[in-house]
């Protein structure tokens, strides 16, 4: 294989391909990333067993051919060569070597046999849909602060997407939750995913995806079946296994007669929870709510540090109630919610609370309060 190629568009599609590549393998194959030149471009893969992406860029081929080579090396030899620099690369099959020259700078890699590289792509993805690349960085976004990092429940260590109902309209659901706080968003049901299984993403997956995410304009073709899922953009497919596991009956624990409704300004509740927080020093980093008609009192008390206390103006009418939350937790979930206000709906102090966006029902989080 020879080619040579522009260092911006390698380095762009190294970062994506090596983030894959754990730091640590004991299969040496699995820091490598698989090279494909031909037909006026080149293919990078990479993949840890469970997770594998395939990005292609063009590039001037001289000579067709495949090989692999140390993923996080390259990369960091492309990162710092000088912007707009072109790079040849050369293979010699004789050595097992590929050699890189840019500028006045020559690298030479060992390399490993592309017939080791292991393939994950194969198989058959039975339901295949578009989402709107907007409104997947959405169902992302507004669920994926909840995966749990608790490798015990390992089927709630990512995000759980199904075709469901609200009402009468047939919607994709993203769902995810630690056992503190649940996310809920919801996009109308894409044509062709009537009827796909309800699968789990694993947290590493939806990271990757992310990235991805951020750099096209074009729909995103989803593929799905009951082991794995494929998301195919301009240039770049993700590939993962899916968590085997079965995700909780979620519907349960999203409470349906909280009657002390709560609507406050959401920008001006932040900046106050993240103010009176400050003053906690433990791990819950609890804050009490105390609200009633004439308004909401947001407290915080350490016993090595102090106390905090502020006032907000709310619009609430039902009978006062008192009750204590993570900070961190409560923080999360109003970063999600885009509108002026948010809407918190409460049974008890001991009850999951409902909060959602005032002016948009397609997310609802739940969050469980705290003893303070």
Known sequence: MKLTIERAALLRALAHVQSVVERRNTIPILSNLLMRGEKGEISLAATDMDIEIVETVPAEIQRAGTTTVPAHTLYDIVRKLRDGSQIQLETDGVKGTLTLRS???????????????????????????????DELRRLVDRSRFAIS?????????????????AGDLPVLRAVATDGHR???????????????????????????????????????????????????????????????????????????????????????????????????????RAVKLHIAPKGLV????????????????????????????????????????????????????????????SQDASALYVLMPMRV
């Open 103 to 133: 500028g006045r700078s020559t690298f030479t890699l060992a390399t490993l046999p592309s017939e080791d590289f292991p393939a994950l792509s194969g198989g058959e993805l039975p339901h295949r849909f578009q989402v709107a690349a």
């Open 149 to 165: 990092t608790e490798e015990t429940r390992y089927y709630l260590n990512g995000i759980y997407f199904h075709a469901a109902q």
């Open 182 to 284: 649940l996310a809920r968003v919801e996009m109308p049901l894409p044509e062709g995913a009537k009827g796909m299984p309800g699968v789990i993403v694993p947290r590493k997956t939806v990271n990757e995806l992310r990235k991805l995410i951020d750099e096209v304009g074009a729909p995103v073709a989803i593929g799905v079946s009951e082991a794995k899922i494929r998301f195919s953009f301009e240039g770049a497919t993700l590939t993962s296994k899916l968590i085997d596991g079965s995700f909780p009956e979620y519907e349960r624990v999203i409470p349906a007669h909280n009657d002390k409704v709560m609507d406050v300004p959401r920008q001006p509740f932040f900046e106050a929870v993240d103010r009176v927080s400050t003053i906690t020093s433990d791990k819950a």
């Open 298 to 357: 947001l407290s915080a008390t350490s016993a090595d540090t102090g106390t905090a206390q502020e006032e907000v103006e709310v619009t609430y009418s039902a009978a006062p109630i008192e009750i204590g939350f993570n900070a961190r937790y409560l923080l999360d979930i109003l970063q999600q919610i885009e509108g002026d206000d948010a809407r918190f709906a409460m049974a008890d102090a001991g009850s999951p609370t409902l909060v959602q966006d």
